[in-house]
């Protein structure tokens, strides 16, 4: 059986097409997008760059790369049998055990026969005449498809800094995101690291347990909480395996898909001894508990955000023995939150070791980069190695280096230029058979939990449309209006749309990317999947299907 003859239904022009769907990525979307697909019969292909399964946890396997979600949050649930024979080690799983995982994954579904590895996609273009997309690879290599699926991730774009001589240095170095797979070493080595984002606090904390001397270059310093990582031992699997199904509906329930749910009451509802009583409970325990299971006006009221972000900084103070280096380490111009936080497991302790210095580059900015090291406004420093850990064209970066063009050629980076505009985050208008999971405007958070229901979401449509015999599904106009405003209207009065950071579309390092931008919902997911359930309910309301 065709292609055409199975998605493509009745098509006017019964094209012959290589594939019913094209995926992009082999992340945990991808892989997930692909098995469903194979259950309603449709010819689909993942196209991939890397040599490997996992996508993110693929590509970053710098050294402390692991997950901020409990592991066992971050597991695919459509499989009982997967969650049956899948043993976590680690509350929260390093990168090696979750590319592990994902390739178990890939291997009990036989996935990877329809996973096309070594293969950048370049551009893709909708042609009206076929109701089709034509994709083609870096190598030159084309398909064409009736649905265009991008399951590319949220953080795939990685950036250097713009920063004069970085060809020119003559030791190693090395983006966190392009990581080698041969062991790295760091002992006697001289090694700076520029960025102070949740990569480089993994990194460095990893990287100071062996270096000969590691430099911080420090822009922004974050908001660090404890991590509270642990073995998990075959008694504690057992119950996390009895308890799956409240595990799973739990995260269902809260706004990020976390285990963590905000706090019903209000900072100020309570007595100082109660609240310091409550942060000092959240910052023992494992996990985002003292971000996403604080208060629940921490990051609405500017006085509940000062409390929080002063116990905080408190505990940096605390930790951090020279008081010069702690005020530096604790954040001035966002408060506690506001920025995505990272967990850390002994990062500020890193700072009291002799052989770490830090530079704030906002007293001695970054000259250039030399061949022996880094010359800031006020000294040169050699290295060995530099690390940039310096993060990510988001959200949109990773759909702007794909040339995609919709109806009569229109681009998706035009089309973006001053912020995303979507329908539900998955379809765009202009850009029939474009299906986005994960896409700008849908809702971020405790990664799979979301991918789970974005993918069926799609793959709802995708049947829809095959029963119908449906070849052409577009978001109409009104619709994308209507859910870009809403999306917008949902972030308002949240205090973390008023910072600079990758959720807020900011990269200093992209052209056209200086001014903050709505780039995700902020509603919650429970609101998101009401919304997204209703357009099925109604008939798949402000699509148009033909
Ligand atoms: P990031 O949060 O965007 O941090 C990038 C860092 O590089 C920032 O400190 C930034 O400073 C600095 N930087 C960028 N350009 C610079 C320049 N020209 N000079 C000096 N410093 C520069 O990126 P990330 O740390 O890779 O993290 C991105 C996201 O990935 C995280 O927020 C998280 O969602 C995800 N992540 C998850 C995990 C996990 O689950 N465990 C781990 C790591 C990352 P400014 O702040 O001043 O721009």
Known sequence: MSASQTAAGCAKAAPVLDFDAVIIGAGVSGLYQLYRLREL?????????????????????????????????????????????????????????????????????????????????????????????????????????????????????ATMPRIAGVESFRGQSFHTHYWPKEPVSFESKRVAVIGTGATAVQAITEI???????????????????????????????????????IFARCNESPGCFIHKPDRRRTHEVSPEEREAF????????????????????????????????????????????????????????????????????????????????????????????????????????????IYATGFDAITGTFDRIDIRGIDGVSLKDRWKDGPQTYLGVLIEDFPNMLMVMGPHAALGNFPRAVEYNVDWVTGLIRHARDRGVTRIEATAAGVAQWTDHVK??????????????????????????????????????????????????????????
């Open 279 to 386: 942060w000092e409970k959240l910052y023992a325990e494992p996990g985002f508990g003292i971000w996403q299971g604080n208060f629940r006006d921490i990051l609405t009221d500017r006085g509940a955000n000062a409390l929080i972000s002063d116990f905080i900084a408190r505990k940096i103070r605390q930790r951090v023995k020279d008081p010069v280096i702690a005020e530096k380490l604790i954040p001035k111009n966002h408060g506690f939150g506001t920025r995505r936080v990272p967990l850390e497991s002994g990062y500020y302790e890193v700072y009291n070791q002799p052989n770490v210095k830090l530079v704030d580059i906002n007293e001695t900015p970054i000259e250039r980069i030399i061949p022996t090291g880094i010359r800031t406004s006020d000294t040169e420093y050699e290295f060995d190695m530099i």
């Open 41 to 157: 019969g449709l010819r689909a292909r993942i196209l991939e760059t890397g040599s490997g399964v996992g996508g993110t946890w693929y590509w970053n396997r710098y050294p402390g790369a692991r997950f901020d979600s409990e592991s066992y949050t971050y597991a695919y649930s459509f499989s009982q049998e997967l969650l049956e024979e899948w043993n976590w080690a680690e509350r929260f799983a390093g990168q090696a055990e979750t590319e592990r995982y994902l390739n178990h994954v890939a291997d009990k579904f036989d996935l990877r026969r329809d996973i096309q590895f070594n293969s950048r996609v370049a551009a893709a273009s909708y042609y009206e005449e076929t109701r089709s997309w034509d994709v083609a690879l870096e190598d030159g290599r084309r398909y064409s498809t009736r649905f265009l699926i991008t399951a590319i991730g949220v953080l795939s774009a």
């Open 208 to 246: 100071a347990k062996t270096v000969g001397q590691l430099t911080v270059f420090q822009r922004t310093p974050n908001w660090c909480a404890p991590l509270h990582n642990a073995k998990i031992g075959e008694d504690e699997m057992r119950r996390i395996r009895a308890s799956y199904p409240e």
């Open 489 to 546: 209207a949902s972030g308002e009065g949240l205090l973390f749309n008023e910072i600079d950071s990758w959720m807020t579309g900011v990269n200093r390092n992209v052209e056209g990317k200086q001014t903050r931008k709505i780039m995700r919902y902020s509603g919650g997911h429970p609101t998101f999947r009401e919304h997204c359930d209703a357009v099925v309910a109604e008939g798949y309301r402000e699509l148009a299907l033909v």
